[in-house]
């Protein structure tokens, strides 16, 4: 058989991913390369496609949102997947949830690494002498119930609006013989009125781009954390704080593909629902952060462009 046919396919594809910059080509060779900063991302390439086939299949809910008469949004999170953020779900798109829990639980150790103590190294020690722990919009529990393994001296509290994740992650609570960590059904509007500097370390992420409220929502988080405390938010990011800027961010199409099926439906389905989505950039949601309660000269800010995230940090 004739490998001619099979070589046509491969400088096909490599023309693909050479001429959208995913892949390099040695100037002094005919070999390709993947740029090192591109590595992390690569890595959960195939997830995003299915984040990708997710908005697809929306497009029917999209046209009915833009209706004038229509919705102003809907829950994306799937009542019977692994539901990953604060939101107020009854009814749901099914499959986002378990993309997203797939994309945490893919490189889970990279993810605490980067989002936890790369730049609050101190927390670590912290956490292996005994501390408490919450995190807010936790889903299932990828993250925390890892934590939990990790600092068995630490105490955990997995928050999330969502009653069948909240179901799901004290059942993984039992069957992993976990006695650190516990699942509450809590809406991040609205905390308890005793949980005032209740917790040493609070950790959000991707959730205050979605929830109705988002300087309510920040305003409540700051409260619950003692003074001396850490507040930890992960929010993702492009470059630019307005389209003429983001268009030199090559991911941007891509999140607002992401905001328009998936953020700000989400957001606007909640009582309130300002519809913030993932494409505010980095300016807006500082103001927001600032808004709900951190002081500005308070606010630490560190933007990792290989996951396209940036991370805010408020020692309280």
């Not at 040695?26 to 590595?39: G, P, Q």
């Not at 389209?243 to 389905?269: G, M």
């Not at 709900?292 to 308070?298: A, E, T, V």
Request: net charge negative; hydrophobic share 35%.
């Amino acid at each position: 058989m004739s490998s001619l046919p099979r070589c046509l396919y491969v400088k096909e594809i490599l023309g693909c991913l050479a001429t959208s910059r995913i892949i390099e080509i040695d100037e002094n060779s005919e070999k390709y390369f993947v740029m090192e900063e591109l590595r992390p991302i690569l890595k959960t390439m195939s997830i995003t496609a299915n984040l990708l086939t997710f908005c697809n299949q929306r497009k029917d809910d999209i046209i009915e949102l833009l209706d004038i008469n229509g919705p102003n949004g809907y829950c994306v999170h799937s009542k019977t997947g692994l539901v990953l953020f604060l939101g107020y779900c009854v009814h749901s798109k099914t499959g986002f949830g378990g993309v997203l829990t797939a994309r945490r639980e893919r490189d889970i150790d990279s993810l605490i690494q980067i989002e936890l103590f790369q730049d609050t190294p101190d927390l670590k020690d912290k956490l292996e002498s005994g501390l408490s722990y919450v995190e807010y919009g936790s889903g299932e529990g990828a993250v925390i119930l890892e934590m939990a393994k990790r600092f068995p001296k630490s105490q955990f509290t997995a928050v999330d609006y969502s009653t069948d994740a909240i179901s799901v992650l004290q059942q993984k609570i039992l069957d992993q013989n976990l006695t650190n960590v516990q699942g509450i059904h809590g809406d991040l509007h609205d905390l308890p009125s005793d949980w005032s500097e209740k917790y040493d370390v609070a950790y959000i992420r991707d959730v205050i781009h979605d929830v109705g409220d988002p300087v309510k929502a920040t305003n409540e988080i700051v409260r619950s954390v003692k003074r001396g405390g850490v507040v930890s938010i992960t929010e993702v990011a492009i470059k630019g704080s307005n389209q003429r800027e983001q268009r030199d961010d090559p991911v941007a199409p891509q999140f607002y593909l992401y905001s328009t099926c998936i953020c700000v439906p989400e957001s606007l389905n909640q009582p309130g629902g300002v519809g913030l989505g993932c494409t505010s950039g980095q300016e807006k949601m500082s103001k927001i952060l600032m808004e709900g309660g951190i002081p500005k000269d308070s606010l630490e800010m560190y933007f990792k462009s290989a996951q396209n995230i940036v991370r805010y940090v408020y020692r309280k």
